[in-house]
């Protein structure tokens, strides 16, 4: 998950609490029509490790490589065709590009809730998938006490990357969560219908490739460990140091000056950003402005983030000057609108 607007601690909560249906909704469109293991095969053979290979999926399947994933609209899977086997579908919200929810009534007039993720990072053993799902490598889990359920379809090995559901409600989730993501699988398969963004969106970018690898050394030095932590963000890590760039779906961060309390910064080439640094616990400065309109909803736009931390305060180094070369760089290698 991305790190949170200007270090908010609010989507912390909304991430643990499956069942209450918090967070901004980006979006008014509506969508017509303990853990334990799982072991049933709902789509195919053994539960041994594949390997992904060039181009595609773990199946070798180009719908569910990374740069196709990036483009999937999250809420057109979770349709209300698909979700009225199991009750009376709500609208569902767009989160970002990748994240949507449903939070609906189950047959008995019941909460249950669905949130979607394309492009999960994961770890751990368990990525290697414990039953199949569409033919694809799959792992579940539960709380104790069956509120809430998640499932992960495995799309890529190296990373491991997954498309995941969480559900929650008062319990039997993980029977109706297999079925939705069964669904969500083949709707991938087939050509599931593409996110309708703005001129200019920054959706297709690989945040990993972006930058020369000059501007990332310069930054926070060599050999630093890069990963691609969502489709949509990318960290490097190395000693005691992180660097992140981040494209997502939020509120305009001019719009949040005041409340966040950010400084604005002209960048050039026409474009102003929001700062903000901190250095009660490290050193850190965060870098965001508004690259491109979404045009479902007027109040949130297509952002641009960009942030540098140190764990340790280091003496002689300006953390923000880091941050504003980073964000001069990268300016001319975004799409124009």
């Known amino acids: 998950m991305r790190r949170s607007r200007m270090w908010s601690v609010g989507a912390v909560a ?3 609490t499956v069942l209450a249906g918090c967070g901004a909704d980006l979006t008014k469109q509506t969508f017509p029509r303990s853990t334990v293991p799982a072991t049933a095969d709902l789509g195919g053979g053994p539960a041994d490790p594949t390997t992904a290979t060039s ?5 070798g399947d ?21 979700l009225a086997e199991f009750g009376t579908p709500a609208n569902s919200r767009l989160r970002d590009y990748d994240k949507c929810s449903n939070y609906m009534k189950d047959k008995n007039g019941k909460e249950l809730n669905f949130s979607l993720t394309v492009g999960e990072s994961l770890s751990g053993t368990s990525a290697d998938g414990t039953f199949k799902i569409g033919g694809l490598p799959a792992t579940e889990s539960e709380l104790e006490d069956k509120t809430a359920c998640f ?9 491991k ?8 409600g008062p319990g039997g989730l993980c029977e109706p969560g297999r079925k939705m993501m069964e669904s969500i699988v083949k709707q991938v398969r087939a050509g599931a219908e593409p996110l309708k963004l703005a001129k ?9 490739e972006v930058l020369d690898d000059s501007v990332v050394t310069s930054t926070i030095g060599e050999s630093a460990e890069k990963q691609l932590t969502t489709l949509h963000t990318c960290d490097w890590n ?13 509120s305009n961060p001019d719009d949040l000056a005041d409340a966040a309390e950010t400084t604005p910064v002209d960048l050039g080439n026409g474009v102003k950003a929001q700062k903000k640094a901190e250095k009660s616990s490290g050193d850190r400065c965060r870098l965001e402005w508004a690259h491109a309109p979404f045009p479902p909803d007027r109040e949130v736009a297509e952002v641009v ?9 280091q003496a002689g180094e300006d953390t923000c000057a880091k941050v504003e070369a980073v964000a001069k760089a990268l300016i001319p290698k975004l799409p124009k609108g």
């Open 14 to 16: 909304c991430l643990v």
């Open 55 to 59: 181009g595609g999926g773990v199946t």
């Open 62 to 82: 180009e719908a569910f490589a990374t740069k196709n994933l990036r483009r999937l609209d999250p809420c057109g899977l979770l349709n209300e065709d698909a």
């Open 151 to 159: 499932i992960n379809v495995i799309t890529e090995n190296s990373p």
């Open 161 to 168: 990357r997954a498309i995941t559901l969480q559900m929650g």
């Open 200 to 208: 200019g969106t920054l959706v297709d970018l690989d945040p990993c």
């Open 238 to 250: 190395l000693s005691g140091a992180s660097f992140d760039v981040t494209f997502d779906i939020s």
């Open 305 to 313: 983030s960009v942030e540098f931390s140190r764990y340790s305060t």
